[in-house]
């Protein structure tokens, strides 16, 4: 009886630390399996955090492409406008350039119908000196000298004032090529204006961009800041998701180590009993 007594207590603890150690072993097959669950979550959105970094500095120079196309548009569209009013304003002084150049024209003309009367009337003292000297040799030599040399005078003066008119009618043509220049430049100035900011509602070629290039451009920069604050959500989301599962990974991971040791703890105890 003694001897029974004594296994039956042996036999139940035995039983009762297998049972110990089965639901030991239990735990840790579980805290195992959820490490690797967890593992394998971590390393997918490891992955995914590449790719949506890589998607990211993609949207980004994208988006820094956008930034300069627009403003480089803006700084065109800005130098149109001002050549459209400079062209405007030269315009304007160039025509009345003209208008001032025509009127020392008609002074000049006039100062040429006068010198030629008083050269023609010179020439004819001049004339009637030279005759009346050949009647009368009291006439003084100086005085013939005198005339003749205000006849060539009158002459060259004649010459040169020509000479300046021929040069105001050169300048005026050049300032009515140059007005004529700058109203073309004008014209296609504000050509080049309606082309890139408003829209052509006669355009109804299918291929073709109904919108102007100024607002092609802006949408395409609007559309560009959208995609980067996408990637740069996605970002941070994954960037966050991938914390939890590593936080949560480090937890199963020393849980584990805990249920191994206590493992190893019991599977000791019990080979020591």
């Known amino acids: 009886m003694s001897t029974l007594q004594t296994l039956m207590p042996t036999k139940s603890i035995t039983e009762e630390k297998k049972k110990e150690l089965d639901a030991l072993t239990s735990q840790v097959l579980a805290a195992q399996n959820q490490v690797e669950e967890l593992q394998a979550v971590v390393t997918s959105l490891a992955e995914k955090s590449t790719k ?37 304003i030269i315009d304007k002084e160039i025509k009345s350039s003209c208008e001032k150049i025509g ?13 030629i009367y008083s ?9 009637l ?10 006439i003084s030599d100086e ?12 002459n060259n003066a004649v010459a040169l004032t020509l000479v300046a008119l021929d040069s105001v009618f050169t300048a005026r043509a050049n300032t009515t090529e140059s007005d004529s220049a700058i109203i073309l430049e004008n014209f296609h100035a504000e050509k080049l204006y309606d082309f890139m900011t408003k829209e052509d509602p006669s ?3 299918e291929d073709l961009p109904k919108t102007n290039i100024k607002t092609l451009i802006d949408t395409m920069y609007d559309n560009a800041l959208e995609l980067y604050a996408l ?43």
């Open 103 to 115: 009127a020392v024209a008609l002074d000049i003309k006039k100062v040429i119908d006068l010198l």
């Open 119 to 127: 050269a023609e009337e010179i020439n004819y003292l001049s004339n």
């Open 52 to 88: 949506v970094e890589a998607q990211l500095a993609a949207r980004d120079a994208n988006k820094t492409k956008a930034l300069n196309n627009k403003e480089l548009v803006d700084k065109v569209v800005d130098q149109v406008i001002d050549l459209e009013k400079s062209s405007k």
């Open 143 to 154: 005085l013939v000298t005198m005339v003749g040399n205000a006849g060539t005078n009158a």
């Open 203 to 205: 355009n109804t070629h």
């Open 231 to 273: 990637a740069l959500d996605a970002k941070n989301d994954t960037t966050k998701q991938l914390s939890n599962a590593t936080t949560a990974l480090d937890s199963a991971k020393m849980n584990l180590s805990s249920l191994e040791a206590g493992l190893a703890a019991a599977n000791a105890a019990a080979l020591a009993s």
């Open 129 to 138: 000196i030279v005759r009346e000297k050949a009647k009368n040799p009291l």
